[in-house]
C-alpha cells in the first residue's frame, strides 16, 4: 500500500535554530512530491512541488529537496511565524496522498 | 484573486441529523476535491470533481455521504445521518488540470463540524 510517512510529529524549536523535517513515501513510479504548509484554523497553502531526485527548491527561510525515497524541508533560521503545520503529499492516479504533518512551533 | 470560498465556517449537530457543506471553487479551475480532515491526521480525499463529473469517490462513505457539483462550479456535500466519527474538518480544494499542476490545489478555510 502507498504510504507517506512525516517525521517527526511534533517540533519545537528556538528563534534561529536551524533544523529539517523528513518525508518519506512508498510509491511506485513517483511523480512528484509536494509540500504544503496549513496554519490552525485554516486550510493547507501549496509551497512547493518537486519533480524528480536530486531537485531543490527554495522560498524565503524553506528549502524543500528530493531523493528517490524521501524529501526534506530545510527551515533556516527560522522565525515564531514559521509555526505550522507542515505536510507533505504524492500523487497517486488522478489524486493525492498526504501525510499526518508535522507540528512545528518556534520559540521567541 | 478570490481565493475558495467555504461556508459554514463552523457547524455543530447532533449524531443522526444532517448538515450541508457548500463550496465555490477558484474561478476557472475545472478540478474540486472535497476532503476529511481529522484531528492530528493529513486532509483525506472524499470525492474528486472534473467539472461536474465524479473522478473518483473510492473512499465517499457513499451510504451517508453525497456531494453533488451542478453546473461545473459550486460544490455541496451532505451528511445524513451524521454519526460522532464524522467529527472533522472538511475542506474544499481547488485546482486547474495542466499535467502536474493538477496537483497543486488551492484550498478554502474549511468547515469545522462536530457532532454531539
Known amino acids: 500500500e502507498d504510504q507517506v510517512t512525516q517525521s517527526p510529529e511534533a517540533l519545537r524549536l528556538q528563534e534561529g535554530e536551524s533544523s529539517s523535517l523528513n518525508c518519506s513515501y512508498t510509491v511506485s513510479g513517483l511523480r512528484g512530491l509536494f509540500w504544503y504548509r496549513q496554519d490552525p484554523g485554516k486550510g493547507p497553502e501549496f509551497l512547493f512541488t518537486l519533480y524528480s531526485a536530486g531537485e531543490e527548491k527554495e522560498k524565503e527561510r524553506l528549502k524543500a529537496t528530493l531523493t528517490k525515497k524521501e524529501s526534506f524541508l530545510h527551515i533556516t533560521a527560522p522565525k515564531p511565524e514559521d509555526s505550522a503545520t507542515y505536510l507533505c503529499?504524492?500523487?497517486?492516479?488522478?489524486?493525492?496522498?498526504f501525510g499526518k504533518g508535522t507540528r512545528l512551533h518556534i520559540l521567541p | 484573486e478570490a481565493g475558495v470560498a467555504q461556508s459554514p465556517r463552523y457547524k455543530i449537530i447532533e449524531k443522526r441529523q444532517s448538515v450541508a457543506f457548500w463550496c465555490n471553487p477558484i474561478?476557472?479551475?475545472?478540478?474540486l476535491y472535497w476532503y476529511q480532515q481529522i484531528l492530528g491526521q493529513g486532509p483525506k480525499l472524499l470525492i474528486q470533481?472534473?467539472?461536474?463529473?465524479?473522478?473518483?469517490d473510492s473512499q465517499l462513505p457513499k451510504d451517508r455521504f453525497s456531494a453533488e457539483r451542478l453546473k461545473g462550479v459550486d460544490s455541496t456535500l451532505k451528511i445524513q445521518p451524521a454519526k460522532l466519527e464524522d467529527s472533522a474538518v472538511y475542506l474544499c480544494a481547488s485546482s486547474f488540470p495542466q499535467g502536474l499542476e493538477t496537483y497543486e490545489q488551492y484550498f478554502g478555510p474549511g468547515t469545522r463540524l462536530t457532532v454531539t
Open positions: 503529499a504524492v500523487p497517486r492516479d488522478d489524486k493525492i496522498i
Open positions: 474561478s476557472g479551475h475545472a478540478t
Open positions: 470533481f472534473q467539472n461536474n463529473g465524479v473522478v473518483d
